[in-house]
Nanobody, 122 residues
Framework: QVQLVESGGGLVQPGGSLRLSCTAS????????MGWYRQAPGKQRELVAAITADGSTNYAESLKGRFTISRDNANNTVYLQMNSLKPEDTAVYYC????????????????WGQGTQVTVSS
């Protein structure tokens, strides 16, 4: 069993910052890419940022310069530093991990966290 536990969401004023964390635990033989997605009310879930095991990153074009993704491979943790937050950043943020749970399984699977609410409002 694999668990992704997110933390760090909350209410912040426009222009403020938040740092999200997500730790993967359980049966993990090999951890590939990790990332963050978000879903605002009435909208589809969208990619925010992703990072591979060797540190290559990919961002939603509109978020470059404000959001930074990083990871701690030793602790299977991914972070999302969010600066200059805007009301339109309000959404539930989900952590994603692509991993191989067992050595005997050659496939990689996607796992999701339960989501953490980020609300940007004055």
């Amino acid at each position: 069993q694999v668990q992704l536990v997110e933390s760090g969401g909350g209410l912040v004023q426009p222009g403020g910052s938040l740092r999200l964390s997500c730790t993967a635990s359980g049966s993990i033989f090999m951890l590939n890419a990790m990332g963050w997605y978000r879903q605002a009310p009435g909208k589809q879930r969208e990619l925010v940022a992703a990072i591979t095991a060797d540190g290559s990153t990919n961002y939603a074009e509109s978020l470059k310069g404000r959001f930074t993704i990083s990871r701690d491979n030793a602790n299977n943790t991914v972070y999302l530093q969010m600066n200059s937050l805007k009301p339109e950043d309000t959404a539930v943020y989900y952590c994603n991990a692509n991993l191989r749970p067992f050595r005997t399984l050659s496939r990689f699977y996607d796992y999701w966290g339960q989501g953490t609410q980020v609300t940007v409002s004055s």
